[in-house]
Nanobody, 121 residues
Framework: QVQLLESGGGLVQAGGSLRLSCAAS????????MGWYRQAPGKQRELVAT???????NYADSVKGRFTISRDNAKNTLYLQMNSLKPDDTAVYYC???????????????WGQGTQVTVSS
């Protein structure tokens, strides 16, 4: 069973920085893709950034130039460095791993429990 544990959320003033981490535990063969998503109160969950096993990245327009996604394949860990934070970035942030637990098995999506990020003005 794959489990994801997130950390790094908190309260920060506008213009500040936070770094989120998401570590996977369990038996994993490969992780073709990892991503961060967020959900603000009353809104749908939205994509923030994704990264492939080859380190190709994709960002939402709203975070380009401010957020950086990265991964440590040896540790099965995902990061999100968030700089120049704005009140509009306030949300619960979720990590998602598209992971293959063994050879011959289809990749499956696994989600973290979410971590709150609050940016005050």
């Amino acid at each position: 069973q794959v489990q994801l544990l997130e950390s790094g959320g908190g309260l920060v003033q506008a213009g500040g920085s936070l770094r989120l981490s998401c570590a996977a535990s369990g038996s994993i063969f490969s992780i073709p893709a990892m991503g961060w998503y967020r959900q603000a109160p009353g809104k749908q969950r939205e994509l923030v950034a994704t990264i492939t096993s080859g380190s190709s990245t994709n960002y939402a327009d709203s975070v380009k130039g401010r957020f950086t996604i990265s991964r440590d394949n040896a540790k099965n860990t995902l990061y999100l460095q968030m700089n120049s934070l704005k009140p509009d970035d306030t949300a619960v942030y979720y990590c998602k791993f598209t992971a293959q637990i063994s050879v011959g098995r289809w990749p499956t999506d696994y989600w973290g429990q979410g971590t709150q990020v609050t940016v005050s003005s």
